[in-house]
């Protein structure tokens, strides 16, 4: 069998994620309102100018179109994952002896996998996989509680850096795990079983080494699709719909004369203000903006419902935001919550299962590095304590964390929530004393 015949049996003729297709849906700047220029063109206006001989004439000018790109599937993302990893996995240790569960839970603040499971989960709802690879180096260490040859770290493999290439048996069970990817011109294709890792780089005779763990060291995450997929159609025709009203909005910006018939003098100013003298029979009115219609209103108000309801998403708008906090104050915060949770319940069965994994992986590598504890049991079971919002507080730094840590109450709002009776006046009096502070600190470094 050649090298490019034993790629492919380990490729198992994988069909791999459009990653390109979700990153532009990701990114709104490369939303198809930015991208598409023959479904969104831009607009050829007629214009008047005069050349270089004062002679008036017409020419044709592209003008952009008003291209809005709405940041939905980043929102979604966020939003989901705070709510399955916004709280600390925690751990149940079943077995009396702890020697194995102290080590592990080292091993695991070591790596900051609190951190790691929201990339993970991030990249999944992003990419709709990824992986994470456990590998040692040999350097001594005490991190684990006993004298360690080597020092354990792992690696999040997502779909934008690495082909991933997952194989299972009849049964379900990870039978192989390849990754490809570039390092300079040349191609690696490596392949993790339980008893072996394969490098393969270009079509050159792969190097062979003997996986001493016993357990192929890499633990898959899937998912069916991404968070989004469901309402990419919805964002777009709301894009759309945006970025018409933003091109009705340019166009009526300024007022438009409409004149019939002879026009006798140009407006010209008298006590009143401004005259337009018109001949006989001759009229002249302003060009209304046209309203949005009823129906195109409600078609915004129907997307926007249909995004949120569809993905699970709460609105933590500063608009929304204070009927949220006035739901949470009348101790029915729990229900506002329930689609966010269900979400989030019907991924945990995946998650559930690949932390038990990433559990055994460790186990492996922590009885290798320390092989007197090969025959000591490791019986943990993996809690995910979904993200819950009980009081305005959280609901605050949720919104916060939502909202790119922007502020949602207003410096006055929130003076008026403590009960200052001024707050204008009382945010001039911070703003002088602040001044004065600095006065102060500038002229005594001035004095030194």
């Not at 300024?254 to 006590?271: N, Y």
């Not at 690949?354 to 019986?379: C, D, G, M, Y």
Request: glycine content about 4%; charged content about 25%; some cysteine.
């Amino acid at each position: 069998m050649t090298t490019a015949e034993q790629i492919e049996r380990y490729k198992g003729g994988r069909e791999l994620p459009d990653i390109k297709k979700f990153k532009n849906e990701y990114d709104p700047k490369k939303h198809e309102i930015f991208t598409n220029i023959l479904k969104y063109p831009d607009r050829d206006v007629l214009t008047d100018y005069i050349d270089e001989n004062s002679i008036e004439r017409k020419r044709t000018i592209t003008v952009p179109l008003n291209r809005i790109g709405l940041p939905y599937q980043q929102e979604i993302t966020t939003v989901a994952v705070t709510f399955l990893f916004g709280k600390p996995v925690s751990y149940i240790n079943n077995s009396e002896d702890t020697t194995l569960y102290d080590a592990f839970i080292r091993l695991h603040d070591n790596l900051k996998m609190q951190d790691i499971y929201k990339e993970i989960a991030e990249n999944c709802s992003k990419y709709t996989e990824c992986a994470i690879l456990t590998y040692s180096i040999v350097e001594e260490n005490d991190i684990y509680g006993f004298n360690s040859p080597g020092k354990v770290y792992i690696k999040l493999l997502t779909p934008d850096k690495y082909n991933l290439y997952p194989m299972f048996d009849n049964n379900g069970n990870m039978t192989s795990f390849s990754r490809e990817f570039k390092v300079g011109d040349d191609t690696i294709f490596e392949v993790y079983t339980d008893e072996e890792i394969i490098t393969f780089t270009n079509d050159l005779t792969p190097v062979i080494k003997k996986n001493d763990y016993g357990k192929i060291p890499v633990v898959y995450f899937p998912y069916p699709e991404t968070e989004w997929e469901c309402v990419q159609p919805a964002i777009e025709r709301l894009e759309a719909i945006y970025s018409n009203s933003a091109e009705s909005n340019d166009r009526f910006a300024f007022p438009i004369l409409k004149l019939r018939g002879t026009v006798t003098g140009q407006l010209s100013k008298d006590k009143s203000g401004r005259v337009l003298q018109l001949g006989e029979n001759a009229d002249a009115e302003f060009v209304n903006q046209p309203n949005a219609t009823e129906s195109i209103e409600k078609e915004i108000q129907r997307l926007e419902k249909v995004i949120r309801s569809f993905t699970a998403t709460p609105d933590f708008s500063f608009e929304n935001i204070i009927s949220v906090a006035n739901i949470l104050a009348s101790g029915n915060g729990a229900s506002m919550f329930i689609g966010p949770h269900l979400k989030a319940m019907k991924r945990m069965p995946m998650y559930i299962s690949n932390l038990k994994r990433q559990i055994n992986v460790f186990k492996s590598f922590l009885t290798f590095l320390n092989p007197a504890w090969r025959n000591l049991e490791l019986n943990i079971e993996p809690q995910i304590n979904l993200f819950k919002i009980d009081n305005e507080e959280a609901l605050v730094k949720f919104a916060m964390e939502a909202n790119g840590n922007q502020p949602v109450y207003s410096q006055e709002y929130t003076m008026k929530m403590v009960g200052v009776k001024d707050p204008k006046t009382m945010i001039k009096q911070i703003q002088d004393e602040a001044n004065m502070r600095m006065e102060l600190t500038n002229a005594n470094d001035f004095t030194a």
